[in-house]
């Protein structure tokens, strides 16, 4: 097996580049669509757009984008483990995505928190977590490419 994800290895970091791609896309623009959620009256037709938007998002980009990037992920793991293991960047960056993916989690939580009606919220504590993806690709990024430690 590990011969065969080294054979085709530049095509797998391809597949998970992409994903990573789609997933950040998603991740950067649904706490914005929360933004402008909290702005709509309850009930009314913008708010029911929201929803459909926001679930359709996660639901088929941002979710299938991180399984597909997390099992890419894995595989290239597969064939690199061994000096992987070894490098510290390595480590800070499996933790900054563990994270992120916890924050999609999260996301994935407030997605039915709008759909059930039920937010609390307000739209400058969704811009504040607009942030954080953003944040966290930057060093998980800065992690990859100069690969500091």
Do not use: C
């Not at 992987?84 to 928190?113: P, Y």
């Not at 504040?128 to 990024?141: F, K, R």
């Amino acid at each position: 097996m590990i011969e065969f994800i080294s054979s085709y290895y530049a095509w797998v970091k391809a597949l998970h580049v992409i994903a990573v791609i789609s997933w950040m896309a998603g991740m950067l623009y649904l706490p914005r669509l929360f933004v402008y959620h909290v702005a709509a009256e309850k009930g009314s037709e913008q708010s029911e757009t929201f929803k459909i938007m926001e679930r359709r998002l996660l639901k088929f980009i941002m979710t299938p984008a991180m399984i597909v990037a997390w099992l890419a992920a894995l595989l290239m793991l597969s064939a690199n483990s061994e000096y992987l293991m070894q490098a510290g960047w390595f480590h800070a960056k499996f933790l900054l995505v563990f994270i992120m993916s916890g924050i999609h989690g999260v996301f994935s939580k407030w997605v039915k928190v709008f759909a059930a009606d039920a937010n609390t919220k307000s739209a400058k504590f969704y811009k504040i977590w607009n942030e954080i993806p953003t944040a966290l690709m930057v060093v998980i990024v800065i992690l990859v490419i100069a690969k500091p430690f």
